[in-house]
């Protein structure tokens, strides 16, 4: 039969860097998730994306155990990394941060494929641009 699941948390933390501390620590305690325990399984199925931003889907059951999904960095992290860039313009139509090629967006767009709302590698392409404009990075 079937576990029970109480509650679905979505939650971004640092890969192989997740700690007790806020603001993990008062999330999974108030799911009733023994917190020592996800810290170690995250950190050790997130060593090898060190760096990231790992989001992760956590779902937690009736007796108190719990599953991990794990999801793709954002793509605002994505496309800071390939543009290398610390971060986005705050004025986004008169200021760009940065330029990236039509090919790193298709690579990005490729990497993020899973996680988005898209049919096609087109459309994902589209989704992955105009996450690019927002930013002030230029498509080029």
Do not use: H, W
């Not at 993990?24 to 810290?39: D, S």
Request: hydrophobic letters at 40%; aromatic letters at 4%.
């Amino acid at each position: 039969m079937a576990k029970k699941v109480t509650k679905v948390i979505k939650l971004i933390a640092p890969a192989g860097k997740a700690t007790p501390a806020p603001p993990l620590g008062p999330v999974l305690g108030q799911a009733g998730v023994n917190i020592a325990e996800f810290t170690q399984r995250f950190n050790a199925d997130t060593q090898d994306r060190m760096g990231q931003l790992v989001p992760v889907v956590l779902t937690v059951y009736e007796d108190r155990t719990f599953s991990m999904i794990y999801k793709v960095a954002p793509a605002s992290d994505l496309i800071k990394k390939a543009a290398g860039i610390a971060s986005g313009s705050g004025s986004n139509l008169t200021k760009k941060a940065g330029t990236l090629t039509k090919d790193q967006v298709r690579q990005i767009a490729e990497t993020k494929m899973p996680d988005l709302n898209a049919n096609d590698i087109d459309s994902a392409i589209k989704i992955i641009e105009g996450t690019c404009r927002s930013m002030g990075v230029e498509v080029k």
